[in-house]
């Protein structure tokens, strides 16, 4: 049971970067025009909107970061995170069916060219799966020090996946790209 409680916290202290990462890029000043623009590509933003939802999503993003970390509040975490994720996989999801292949995801900021495609909806639903496994698992909030070590070790081996796995994703659609020419 408590090596199930130190994976949950792991799963957490990885969601905790993941959402925290992309809420403080969505503050940021310096990328309020990318965010306006990747949330227009994707038919969500109103004109009285358009400079607002990037920090109301920005916010959202860091509150249930951090609600998914610590362990009394980890269920409603869990449920505001996935929420979030089944919103960006259905909103993703209306534009690959639709068969839009240039809408930016906005996964990683400004810094990364990444499109919507299939694998970040199957990113997604990983996602969503670890969060889901992450609130089922909340056994014990006295886990040990050397547990909390070990938890935090497969935060990091998850947050390696995981940019090691978006790098992957832009590399397929680079040479796509490269292919077309």
Known sequence: MELLSAMSNSVAVFMLWLFVTAGISKLMPAN???YIEVMAGYGLVLPELAKTLPVLVGLAEIVTGVLTLIPHTRLFGVMASVSIL???????????LAGEKNIRCGCSGPGVNMNVSPVLLVRNAVL????????MNIYSVDVDAGLWLVSIIFALIFIIVSLSTEQLIINEQKIKVLKAL
């Open 86 to 96: 089944l919103i960006y996989f259905g909103v993703m999801a209306n534009k690959v």
């Open 128 to 135: 969503i799966a670890l969060l889901i496994f992450s609130g």
């Open 32 to 34: 309020r025009d990318y």
